[in-house]
């Protein structure tokens, strides 16, 4: 009876033992899983932030090819003038002139890209680019005054007159005009006797070479 009580009783301590072996190794694997969670974890969150830190440059290039194509398509359609050029005559006979006046160039001949106004006589570059400026001016059996280009304002050349009658003079130049720019013809000095004549004897023209 003894030895059977001791059988029972060393068993029951071999299974407590294994029982804690057991719990311990319970606990490690809850701790490994616990770990293998949290990184995986870390792994997802730091997957969606460079995932979300992509999207504002993806954007942007969305973006810029957005404006891209938006700035040709405004080409295409019109938009920012891609011919620009002008002719404008003198119809009638003019005189008397005072110093700084503006000549007038009545009639339109063209006006591709509009950048001509007729009621102010004056060309405002629609673009900054390249252009080829002209005028010419005739006598009416006396002599003209003494004309000028401005830009802005600021002489861009003159055209002297001559004392011969139904004489002519003119001024051509190619120069570089920022977008804006107010392209007209004035008097720089004028005669008594100083004509201008009309009937398309006397032009003012303007066109674009190229863009910057």
């Given amino acids: 009876m003894v030895r059977v009580q001791n059988k029972l009783l060393a068993r029951v301590n071999e299974l407590e033992t294994k029982n804690m072996h057991l719990h311990r190794q319970l606990e490690n694997l809850l701790i490994s899983c616990g770990t293998e969670k949290t990184s995986e974890s870390n792994l997802k969150s730091d997957f969606k932030l460079q995932s979300h830190d992509n999207v504002p440059e993806s954007s942007m290039t969305n973006k810029t090819n957005k404006i891209t194509r938006k700035t040709k398509t405004d080409m295409v359609r019109g938009k920012v003038p891609t011919q620009i050029a002008f ?44 252009y080829i400026v002209l005028f010419t001016v005739a006598s009416n059996g006396h002599r003209t005054p003494d004309i000028e280009i401005v830009v802005d304002g600021s002489v861009l050349c003159r055209a002297v007159s001559t004392t011969d009658i139904y004489t002519g003079s ?25 004509k201008i004549r009309g009937l398309f004897y006397s032009t003012f023209s303007i066109g674009m070479l190229s863009t910057d």
């Fill in 87 to 130: 002719l404008a005559r003198q119809t009638n006979t003019e005189f008397p002139f005072a110093h700084g006046q503006t000549v007038i160039f009545d009639n339109l001949y063209s006006n591709l890209g509009n950048a001509y106004n007729p009621r102010n006589v004056i060309f405002r570059a629609p673009v900054a680019g390249l």
């Fill in 170 to 194: 003119s001024c051509n130049v190619i120069v570089h005009l920022n977008e804006g720019d107010n392209v007209w013809v004035r008097v720089m000095f004028d005669y008594p006797d100083a």
